[in-house]
C-alpha cells in the first residue's frame, strides 16, 4: 500500500520570516506547518521539534531538511524512513516535485490502528461462520 490516501493537502502556510513564538502558539492547533518564501514558493516543513530544538527568532532558521517522498511512496517504507530519522511529519510531492503536502506519523498511526481493528474483526467473523 502507498501513502497517497493519507497525505494531507491542506496543509496551513508560514511565511519564513515569521516569528517562532507565533508559530508556537499555533502548535496545539496543527502539528506542522509549510514554510513559504515572499514569493509564496515552498521552503520546507516545520514541526513542534523543529520549533523547540533550538531557540531561535525566525522560522526560517528552525528549518530542518527532510527527505522527499511520493504519493506513491510505500506506507512501512514511510514509517521506517521517519522513525530512522525521529521526524513527525515529511513533505509529499507531485511526480513534477512540486509540494502536494505532508504525511504525518500521527496519521500514519491512526490508520494502521484502524486497520489492525478492521483486521481483527475480520478475523472473529471468520471464526463465528
Do not use: W
Not at 519564513?16 to 492547533?29: F, G, N
Not at 516543513?45 to 511520493?70: A, E, G, M, N
Request: glycine share 2%; aromatic share 10%.
Amino acid at each position: 500500500m502507498n501513502i497517497e490516501s493519507l497525505v494531507e493537502t491542506d496543509v496551513e502556510a508560514v511565511y519564513a520570516y515569521t516569528a517562532t513564538e507565533v508559530v508556537r502558539s499555533k502548535l496545539s492547533e496543527k502539528p506542522f506547518f509549510s514554510i513559504i518564501d515572499e514569493d509564496d514558493q515552498y521552503l520546507g516543513v516545520i514541526t513542534s521539534r523543529d520549533i523547540f530544538r533550538q531557540s531561535y527568532h525566525l522560522v526560517v532558521d528552525c528549518l530542518k531538511d527532510k527527505p522527499k517522498v511520493y504519493p506513491d511512496h510505500a506506507l512501512l517504507d514511510t514509517i521506517s524512513l521517519m522513525l530512522r530519522l525521529q521526524e513527525e511529519a515529511l513533505p509529499v510531492f507531485h511526480n513534477d516535485d512540486s509540494f502536494m503536502g505532508v504525511v504525518s506519523k500521527d496519521k500514519l498511526v491512526s490508520f494502521l490502528l484502524r486497520y489492525t481493528v478492521h483486521l481483527e474483526n475480520q478475523a472473529v467473523q471468520g471464526k463465528n461462520l
